[in-house]
């Protein structure tokens, strides 16, 4: 990995938990249930994929990867007739905006993390990847906290979308993703259930992946499922690097400071470990290098 690689995935560490806090925190939750969305899953998916529009649920299932067809068609494309997409916009861009108020009074200093992230967001490149396509074609917030939890969103989903084909690359998306991160760092029995998968769909995951060799017979992961992994997280720092190219070590050292407070006041709204596999914000002030941050996913 490149030395830029690394300090790319270092500051996704501390833009995912200013996005993801639209998933977390009782504001967020709160924010949906204010325009009928009452059940989690019903703000899950109708609040991130209304970027997309009025999707159905076939290709939020493609897009997202990893989640039972069943789970999304509970709520897509039912939910569209209850409510607009623009008022689900407005109730997830509400709803964070107020999480991180709660969380970072000082809004002199949120704009200037908008500012920065910004920057990054709009140099975003979208061929093949939907998800960063629709957020970074939503019109720019002029509140700050609405703008900074946009502009994460976006880079954060650039970097999902460029997860997701690196994925498919390596022949491990979907449930597959699912089943090997589960023998590494995150809790089989809560992830199934979670992401709506049955156990004998599970069971057979575990089969097919101990018949190609990434699995041992004991359900643990192999060396060859440890590089599919690792492939996976490598190529997603390749893929994820355009948005900083061009911009040198001090300015993603001065980006990373005026974030990081921001992403460790964020943190607090998250379990860890957690279920999307965030690990802790880097610290770039204790760790100018990034060297504590995994190059991928590990145990903890």
Known sequence: MSEL?????????????????????????????????????????????????????????AIFSGFAPFLVERVLPAVW???????????????????????????????????????????????????AAANSALPVESDPYRRLWQAAATLREHRGDSHV??????????????????????????????????????????EELAARGLLTGQGEISEKGRAALDRAEHVTNQLAVLPWNGVTDDEIAGVARTIAPIARA??????????????????????PNASSVPTSPRAS
């Open 81 to 131: 007739s209850t409510v607009t997409v623009d008022r689900v916009l407005d109730a997830r861009s509400r709803g964070a905006a107020a999480t991180l108020r709660n969380l970072v009074p000082d809004e002199r200093s949120v704009t200037e993390a908008a500012d920065a992230l910004a920057q990054a967001a709009v140099r975003v490149d979208t061929i093949g990847r939907p998800l």
């Open 5 to 61: 690689d690394h300090r790319v995935r270092a500051l996704w560490t501390l833009f995912e938990p200013i996005h993801a806090v639209t998933y977390f925190s009782p504001e967020a939750r709160e924010a949906f249930a204010d325009i009928g969305l009452i059940r989690y899953w019903d703000g899950y998916f109708a609040g991130r994929a209304a970027p997309l529009g009025a999707v159905t649920a076939a290709p939020v299932v």
């Open 266 to 287: 964020c943190q607090t709204v998250f379990p860890f470990p957690n279920l999307i596999g965030m690990p802790r914000p880097w610290d770039p002030n204790l760790d």
């Open 165 to 206: 084909i690196a994925l498919v690359e390596g022949g491990i998306a979907g449930i597959s993703t699912l089943v090997l991160r589960s023998a590494v760092d995150i809790d089989a029995t809560s992830v199934r259930k979670a992401r709506g998968w049955t156990e004998e769909q599970w069971a057979a995951e575990v």
